[in-house]
């Protein structure tokens, strides 16, 4: 181990405890300029996020049903509990917003830069500790689940803090931590039971172990036999709380087992989301770090080495061993799995360390103080972040943006401009910021195409809605549920209250988005052969009761004198700040024509 993992008590003489004040203030402000660069990636933009996908889970449990109920049942392992209760909560007090749907996940994510590190310093050091702190923030992972209605960036933070918990506990026996280790173990079973095998494991390992060093009759340090018998009691009792009364849907998890398989392509694909790049070089020098971590964290600090090293062994046996739904695409992977990306990223800031500081052994002084930063920078150039975060984003938890980050942000390729819709393009070049409201939108994100068009025209976007429900089709709605990004496009003040610009009318979501991804396979607009109606299976659940809200909502627009900007077979544009529209507050004027006004 580098002498920089060292911990040193204080020097004597007033100038070792100047130097010594000096780096702890240095400490402090190096970690403090962490901690602003994590909350930034995970609070900007965050009040202009679209809500999406598996988010629409515990909104629609929230609307349609009872605490006791929601308190007693996983639904189709589709929800968080706790978070669902907090939502419903909200509803029934101050409304629920987009902020208050994400808060929790922002709060617990950026809390985490800084808590995570300071936990560790003693045991792998300062530097080591700023640059796991500098991991945990801009790990693209961690800061897309700190912006998503979903548990998961939860279950990264407490259940770090759990395990390293066990391992002071290990380390000196004290009940403070032993039971620190129980409740939070407890608590992530509520939220995700999926972590439980990374989380027991180590103690599971020390019942193992005590056992082992009692019949060879070697003396073990540390938590005796019997504490780490009643510290499984207690973890198990505090499981039991939580799950027992919802015990009737953990059937509907067990249905789930031996659905799934891991594949090479799925832990290729896992690797690359864990490790922040698709580049092959950052990925194959997070791994080194790793494995060079690995060995100095166990150097250095043996027991919290053995307790991390155990927890993810046994969180990736256990996936391997249930093989769960959908476990081999490479994002429910790393969502099954994601108790042990922090454990991972420990490892590789404890190996980065130890490799700058080896190699600056043969250095000049400043080219080893600039390592570290320089490679953190060329792992965050080489990560998804700067271009889902640098630009008008309102969808960034779209699945597409998370599964692969070698095709993030990167929206519509240029060869497909062609085969898109002109309003988007001439947008793109017209200035200004006005948003576009989008209609309609529908339950789940698979299908829909908005995100890539915003990355082409970099506007903001809202979501159009028609009176009554929140979704098309659906029936989503609550009094106080007050998603500022959604627009009842059926009334004009609504749609005055917005600030949009354009409404864009898709007349047939289902086959549009057959167009982009024929267009994303090398194929034209005119070559395009949509299958019969029904047979697509966005289609078939959504097609129909699209295609007729669309025809509605634009046959209402029109009645109401909205300037018609645009038309095409798939959408129809119409201008909200044009003269005479009822959306700016002005008397109706007569319908535009069918043709691009520019």
């Known amino acids: ?55 629409w889970h515990a909104v629609i449990a929230a609307i349609g049903r009872s605490y006791a109920h929601i308190a007693t049942h996983f639904g189709q392992a589709d929800y968080s509990i706790p978070l669902t209760l ?77 395990l390293w918990a066990c391992a002071r506990w290990q380390q000196s026996g004290s009940w403070r931590h032993g039971l620190g280790f129980a409740a939070l173990t407890a608590s992530v079973s509520w939220m995700s039971p999926v972590a439980l095998p990374g989380l027991l494991a180590p103690l599971g390992f020390r019942i193992v172990e005590s056992l082992w060093a009692r019949w060879r009759s070697v003396a073990l340090e540390g938590a005796s036999l019997g504490s780490a018998l009643v510290l499984l009691a207690s973890t198990l009792l505090g499981i039991a709380a939580w799950l027992w009364p ?16 891991i594949e090479t392509t799925t832990l290729l694909d896992g690797l690359e989301i864990f490790s922040g790049s698709a580049h092959p070089l950052a990925a194959l020098a997070v ?16 027991g919290l080495a053995t307790v991390l090293f155990v927890s993810v062994l046994a969180q990736y046996l256990a996936l391997a061993v249930a093989s769960p739904y959908k476990v081999s695409v490479g994002l429910v992977l790393a969502r099954y799995s994601i108790v042990s990306l922090p454990p991972l990223l420990l490892a590789c800031a404890v190996g980065a360390t130890d490799a700058v500081d080896a190699a ?22 080489a990560g998804p972040l700067p271009g889902l975060l640098l630009r008008t984003n309102s969808f960034l938890g779209h699945p597409e943006f998370m599964k692969s980050w070698d095709h993030t942000g990167q929206g519509i390729a240029e060869e497909i401009v062609p085969g898109v819709p002109r309003f988007y393009t001439h947008l793109a070049d017209t200035p200004g910021q006005e948003a576009v409201i989008e209609f309609p939108q529908v339950l789940w994100w698979s299908g829909t195409f908005y995100h890539r068009y915003q990355a082409l025209h970099g506007r903001p976007v809202r979501m159009g809605h028609p009176a009554g429900s929140l979704l098309v089709p659906g029936q989503v709605m609550h009094p106080r549920l007050a998603f500022a990004n959604s ?14 610009r354009y409404l864009v ?94």
Request: hydrophobic letters at 45%; one cysteine or more.
């Open 86 to 162: 907090f939502y419903k909560l909200l509803l029934d007090t101050v409304g629920l917003s987009e902020w208050g749907l994400h808060v929790v996940q922002a709060c617990v994510g950026s809390l985490a830069v800084v808590v995570m590190p300071l936990l560790v310093r003693r045991a792998v050091g300062a530097r080591a500790s700023l640059v796991f702190a500098a991991l945990i923030a801009i790990s693209p992972l961690l800061v897309l689940y700190s912006r998503f209605a979903r548990p998961y960036v939860l279950v990264a933070a407490l259940g770090f803090v759990a």
């Open 246 to 261: 919802s015990r009737e849907s953990l059937s509907v998890i067990g249905g789930k087992v031996a659905s799934g398989r």
């Open 360 to 381: 600056g052994r043969r250095a000049p002084r400043w080219l080893a103080a600039a390592a570290l930063p320089v490679l953190l920078a060329s792992l965050v150039a």
């Open 487 to 500: 627009v009842d496009v059926d009334h004009p003040a609504a749609l005055r209250a917005s600030g949009a």
């Open 1 to 55: 181990m580098s002498n920089s993992r060292s911990n040193s008590g204080p020097s004597s003489g007033s100038s070792g405890g100047q130097h010594e004040a000096a780096s702890g203030r240095g400490y402090a402000l190096t970690l403090a300029g962490i901690a602003g660069l994590g909350a930034f990636a995970r609070l900007w933009q965050l009040d202009g996020q679209i809500v999406g996908g598996d988010e």
């Open 505 to 598: 009318v898709h007349k047939d979501p289902a086959n549009e988005a057959l167009l982009l991804e024929h267009l994303d396979r090398g194929g034209t607009a005119d070559d395009l052969h949509l299958p019969p109606p029904g047979e697509h299976a966005f289609d078939s659940r959504y097609g129909a009761r699209t295609r007729a809200a669309a025809v509605r909502v634009a046959r209402k627009l029109r009645s109401l004198g909205v300037p018609l900007h645009y038309e095409d077979g798939w959408i129809a544009v119409f201008d909200l700040g044009g003269p005479g529209s009822p959306a700016r507050g002005a008397e109706p004027a007569a319908s535009g024509s069918e043709a691009f006004a520019g």
């Open 287 to 302: 791994v080194a770090c790793v494995a060079l971590g690995v060995r100095g964290l166990g150097r250095g600090s043996p």
